[in-house]
Protein backbone atom coordinates (compact mmCIF):
# COMPACT_ATOMS: atom_id res chain seq x y z
CA UNK A 1 0.00 0.00 0.00
CA UNK A 2 1.38 3.60 -0.67
CA UNK A 3 -0.16 6.53 0.20
CA UNK A 4 0.20 9.92 -1.58
CA UNK A 5 -0.63 13.56 -0.24
CA UNK A 6 0.07 16.86 -2.89
CA UNK A 7 0.42 19.76 -1.28
CA UNK A 8 1.07 23.61 -2.61
CA UNK A 9 -1.43 23.99 -4.72
CA UNK A 10 -3.32 27.78 -4.98
CA UNK A 11 -4.30 30.63 -6.75
CA UNK A 12 -1.83 32.58 -9.00
CA UNK A 13 -1.62 35.46 -11.61
CA UNK A 14 -1.06 34.63 -15.09
CA UNK A 15 2.48 34.46 -15.84
CA UNK A 16 3.04 33.42 -12.56
CA UNK A 17 4.58 30.49 -10.77
CA UNK A 18 4.00 27.50 -8.28
CA UNK A 19 5.31 24.31 -6.86
CA UNK A 20 3.26 21.11 -6.13
CA UNK A 21 4.82 18.36 -3.99
CA UNK A 22 3.60 14.99 -2.90
CA UNK A 23 5.00 12.84 -0.27
CA UNK A 24 4.73 9.12 -0.20
CA UNK A 25 4.66 6.52 2.50
CA UNK A 26 4.31 2.82 1.86
CA UNK A 27 5.96 0.72 -0.82
CA UNK A 28 9.55 1.66 -1.57
CA UNK A 29 9.44 5.17 -2.98
CA UNK A 30 12.50 4.74 -5.06
CA UNK A 31 11.82 1.72 -6.81
CA UNK A 32 8.69 2.53 -9.18
CA UNK A 33 7.53 5.22 -11.40
CA UNK A 34 5.59 8.19 -10.55
CA UNK A 35 3.23 10.75 -12.45
CA UNK A 36 1.05 13.95 -12.18
CA UNK A 37 -1.91 14.42 -13.96
CA UNK A 38 -5.11 16.78 -13.84
CA UNK A 39 -8.26 16.91 -14.09
CA UNK A 40 -11.43 19.75 -14.94
CA UNK A 41 -14.60 19.12 -13.99
CA UNK A 42 -16.33 17.27 -16.90
CA UNK A 43 -13.23 16.04 -18.37
CA UNK A 44 -11.32 12.98 -18.62
CA UNK A 45 -7.98 13.12 -16.15
CA UNK A 46 -4.94 14.77 -18.31
CA UNK A 47 -1.28 13.21 -18.21
CA UNK A 48 0.83 16.17 -17.31
CA UNK A 49 4.39 14.67 -16.53
CA UNK A 50 6.13 11.78 -15.71
CA UNK A 51 9.22 10.48 -14.16
CA UNK A 52 11.14 6.92 -13.91
CA UNK A 53 12.17 5.21 -10.78
CA UNK A 54 15.64 6.75 -10.56
CA UNK A 55 14.56 10.19 -11.91
CA UNK A 56 16.78 9.89 -15.02
CA UNK A 57 14.13 10.09 -17.19
CA UNK A 58 11.06 12.31 -17.78
CA UNK A 59 8.30 13.08 -19.94
CA UNK A 60 6.26 15.83 -20.51
CA UNK A 61 2.69 16.30 -22.32
CA UNK A 62 3.09 19.16 -24.91
CA UNK A 63 0.78 21.60 -23.70
CA UNK A 64 3.49 21.87 -20.39
CA UNK A 65 6.96 21.05 -22.11
CA UNK A 66 8.98 23.53 -21.29
CA UNK A 67 7.09 25.15 -18.52
CA UNK A 68 6.99 22.10 -16.03
CA UNK A 69 9.58 20.53 -14.20
CA UNK A 70 8.93 16.92 -12.61
CA UNK A 71 11.75 15.71 -10.03
CA UNK A 72 11.57 13.08 -6.98
CA UNK A 73 13.75 13.01 -4.06
CA UNK A 74 13.87 9.45 -3.09
CA UNK A 75 15.65 9.68 0.17
CA UNK A 76 12.83 12.23 1.19
CA UNK A 77 10.15 10.43 -0.85
CA UNK A 78 9.19 13.27 -2.13
CA UNK A 79 7.28 14.48 -6.17
CA UNK A 80 7.60 17.77 -6.96
CA UNK A 81 5.76 19.72 -9.92
CA UNK A 82 7.57 22.95 -10.79
CA UNK A 83 5.37 24.91 -12.50
CA UNK A 84 6.70 28.32 -14.46
CA UNK A 85 4.92 30.85 -17.10
CA UNK A 86 1.02 29.31 -15.47
CA UNK A 87 -1.78 30.44 -18.05
CA UNK A 88 -5.44 29.72 -17.44
CA UNK A 89 -5.43 26.92 -19.13
CA UNK A 90 -3.13 25.31 -16.63
CA UNK A 91 -6.47 25.25 -13.66
CA UNK A 92 -7.38 21.90 -12.49
CA UNK A 93 -7.14 19.67 -9.71
CA UNK A 94 -3.37 18.47 -9.81
CA UNK A 95 -3.06 14.39 -8.95
CA UNK A 96 0.20 12.73 -7.52
CA UNK A 97 0.20 8.46 -8.81
CA UNK A 98 2.37 5.76 -8.31
CA UNK A 99 2.80 3.02 -10.96
CA UNK A 100 4.16 0.23 -9.06
CA UNK A 101 4.30 -2.15 -12.11
CA UNK A 102 6.94 -0.01 -14.20
CA UNK A 103 9.94 1.51 -13.78
CA UNK A 104 10.09 3.57 -16.36
CA UNK A 105 8.13 6.95 -17.55
CA UNK A 106 4.47 6.08 -18.00
CA UNK A 107 1.73 8.59 -19.25
CA UNK A 108 -1.14 6.44 -19.19
CA UNK A 109 -3.24 7.04 -16.21
CA UNK A 110 -4.47 3.31 -15.86
CA UNK A 111 -1.87 1.92 -15.38
CA UNK A 112 -1.49 4.26 -12.23
CA UNK A 113 -2.54 1.96 -8.97
CA UNK A 114 -2.35 4.61 -6.35
CA UNK A 115 -3.45 8.38 -6.34
CA UNK A 116 -3.20 11.22 -3.57
CA UNK A 117 -6.38 13.19 -3.45
CA UNK A 118 -5.44 16.04 -5.66
CA UNK A 119 -4.63 20.20 -4.96
CA UNK A 120 -6.17 22.67 -6.50
CA UNK A 121 -4.58 24.91 -8.92
CA UNK A 122 -6.21 28.27 -9.84
CA UNK A 123 -4.73 30.85 -12.58
CA UNK A 124 -6.52 34.00 -12.72
CA UNK A 125 -6.25 36.55 -16.01
Known amino acids: QVQLEESGGGLVQAGGSLTLSCGASGGTFGSYAMGWFRQTPGKEREFVAA????????YYADSVKGRFTISRDNAKHTLVLQMNSLNVEDTAVYYC??????????????????WGQGTQVTVSS
Open 51 to 58: ISWHGGST
Open 97 to 114: AADLSDTNVVDNPKRYEY
